[in-house]
């Protein structure tokens, strides 16, 4: 398997902009989670999805960021219009649980996202 | 809420040599799983090695292994024979049964001298 796969893996753009980013997770993991990284506030979890239904966001920063899991092998998180504070990395990752376990969460190589 | 604590922003070690870093943690959860993470300069996240709350042996993986200590909420990783590609940052971190997301320390930044 190749893995989670994101996309892209830098983006630089201009304060104001609407950026996307994209996730594919392990083919078969049912769990897909976004985490953002940044100095300040180390790794900090956004939103997460089951079954492409969003669980939780409460993670998300704030109406400037939503993110969408349209079907089992796709996601995007979505910053419109982005601002300087929104640079990090931003990471996927996806899992899947056997009953009564809790399996591990395999990370994409994340994107670094720099807001000028 | 769950809470993961790093007290060591940086340590380094010599190659060859063995070195512990820390974690602790806080929760009222009976079961739950513990992980150490590394990152290294390519800022991929790796699995290094998990650890169940309800098991009382200690996970093993190759050079690395771990302390848990339950009564203690007390998880340190223990790296042996340090070799030059270990350096990373390395996050510990937290999450309950059931595929809860990961609740992440503030990471401790390792540097492997030669």
């Known amino acids: 398997d190749a893995g989670v796969i994101q996309s892209p893996r830098h983006e630089v753009t201009e304060m104001g902009q609407e950026v996307t980013l994209r996730c594919k997770p392990i083919?078969?993991?049912?769990?897909l989670f976004w985490y953002r990284q940044t100095m300040m506030r180390g790794l900090e979890l956004l939103i997460y999805?089951?079954?492409?239904?969003?669980?939780?966001d409460s993670g998300m920063p704030e109406d400037r960021f939503s993110a969408k899991m349209p079907n089992a092998s796709f996601s995007t998180l979505k910053i419109q219009p982005s601002e300087p504070r929104d640079s990090a990395v931003y990471f996927c990752?996806?899992?899947?649980?056997?009953?009564?376990?809790?399996?591990?969460?395999?990370f994409g190589p994340g994107t670094r996202l720099t807001v000028l | 809420a769950q809470t993961v604590t790093q007290s060591q922003p940086e340590m380094s070690v010599q190659e060859a040599e063995t070195v512990t870093l820390s974690c602790t943690y806080d929760?009222?959860?009976?079961?739950?799983?513990l992980f150490w993470y590394k990152q290294p300069p390519s800022r991929q996240m790796i699995l290094v090695i998990r650890?169940?709350?309800?098991?009382?042996q200690n996970a093993t993986e190759n050079r690395f292994s771990v302390n848990f200590q339950k009564a203690a909420k007390s998880f340190s990783l223990k790296i042996s024979d340090s070799q030059l590609g270990d350096t990373a940052m390395y996050f510990c971190?937290?999450?309950?049964?059931?595929?809860?997301?990961?609740?992440f320390g503030k990471g401790t930044r390792l540097s492997v001298i030669a």
């Open positions: 971190a937290f999450t309950n049964s059931g595929n809860t997301p990961l609740v």
């Open positions: 650890q169940e709350a309800y098991k009382q």
């Open positions: 990752a996806s899992s899947f649980p056997l009953w009564g376990s809790t399996d591990t969460q395999y």
């Open positions: 083919s078969g993991h049912d769990y």
């Open positions: 999805f089951n079954n492409n239904v969003p669980i939780d």
């Open positions: 929760t009222s959860e009976s079961n739950y799983y």
